[in-house]
């Protein structure tokens, strides 16, 4: 079993090879290089990963080496905090729901109470108890448009603040769920980059499934990523943001969908309606941890312009919001540090 994370694309484009993954492409800019890279990619947690490290002098069995041990952690986490894994810490605490605490390593508890704090922030926005949302809402072959009513008793299970933390000992009651896809795959790119780096590669390229964290630099320049223009065929940009030490992660209403009648059913659900949101088609923020840009850039797509932007201040983040009738907002420091693909995108 596996988080039931968006499984994404890979494709490459002659003169760039780009790694195209939901709304972000990473750019290998093509011509001579002074080093070479090692890249290995891989399925796990439900999509698709790549890690990719400039060699700058190692072998690549040393590189091999320290890949090996990323993905080894990557497994270590999802191992602990995958509900969909009966054995796993997280799933024993779901299945005491209503009957008692269970004691957790406190790397979870720890992941727990951010997660808390998370909700806090962004009004409830971000919400681990959304599981009973999951429930009704399948963007597969099953997909059907559930009504008010299903809707309504889903949403009553739904509240971060029913989770009572004691020390390590977590509980919940009836009725109450945790998922952790929200914010555990951005807490396990940050470790698996932090494993690269111990290992000697402080340069690298982490990859969960289009949410990126860039460290370093490649071959002494920023990493390039691209921004997918979400009412365009898959690789036609916006535009092109150039990042070191930072995560860089998109949210859309492009990547699972039904249209429906003409309404467009997402599979971004607002916790505190329990439908898909609707303030936003598309977001991209640019966070100091994947973490924190998993999290909070789903929270700002969610909120909206507004909303979404004023937390992106409140937090030290730079974001580039695209509303229902794609007009781009976007805070000062991305203006600057984004290139337009055409000079009159963002206004």
Do not use: C
Not at 174 to 191: C, F, H, M, V, W
Not at 236 to 246: D, P, T, Y
Not at 289 to 314: N, Y
């Amino acid at each position: 079993m596996q988080f039931r994370w968006t499984v994404k694309h890979l494709w490459v484009r002659t003169l760039l090879a780009l790694l195209l993954v939901g709304g972000l492409l990473a750019y290998h800019l093509s011509g001579p290089s002074p080093t070479r890279l090692f890249r290995e990619q891989r399925s796990l947690m439900g999509t698709a990963w790549s890690l990719e490290v400039p060699l700058n002098g190692h072998s690549e069995d040393e590189a091999r080496r320290a890949v090996t041990a990323a993905y080894r952690e990557l497994d270590r986490i999802e191992a602990l905090m995958s509900e969909w894994r009966p054995e796993s810490p997280i799933s024993l605490v779901d299945a005491a729901a209503g009957h008692n605490p269970v004691e957790v390593p406190e790397e979870l508890r720890a992941l727990l109470e951010r997660s808390m704090d998370y909700s806090r922030k962004t009004e409830g926005t971000f919400d681990i108890t959304w599981r009973g949302m999951g429930r009704i809402w399948h963007f597969d072959d099953t997909f059907r448009v559930p009504n008010h009513a299903e809707v309504a008793q889903a949403r009553r299970t739904i509240d971060y603040r029913r989770i009572h933390i004691d020390g390590n000992n977590i509980y919940l009651p009836k009725g109450t769920n945790i998922g952790l896809g929200g914010i555990a795959k951005g807490y396990a790119i940050d470790r698996a980059a932090a494993v690269l780096k111990k290992a000697g590669f402080p340069d690298s390229l982490v990859d969960g499934g289009g949410d990126i964290l860039a460290s370093g630099t490649r071959y002494g320049h920023p990493w390039q990523i691209g921004v997918q223009d979400p009412r365009a065929e898959r690789g036609k940009l916006l535009g092109v943001v150039e990042i070191s030490n930072a995560a860089l992660v998109s949210s859309g209403d492009y990547e699972r969908f039904r249209l429906v009648n003409g309404v467009r059913y997402h599979h971004l659900i607002d916790p505190r309606t329990g439908w898909p949101a609707t303030a936003a088609m598309a977001s991209t923020v640019l966070a100091p941890t994947a973490e924190q840009g998993v999290v909070l850039g789903k929270a700002i797509f969610i909120l909206g312009p507004e909303k979404g932007l004023a937390l992106a201040k409140a937090e030290g983040l730079e974001a580039l919001v695209i509303d229902r009738a794609q007009k781009q907002h976007a805070t000062q420091g991305f203006r600057k540090i984004f290139r337009a693909a055409d000079a009159e995108l963002i206004r």
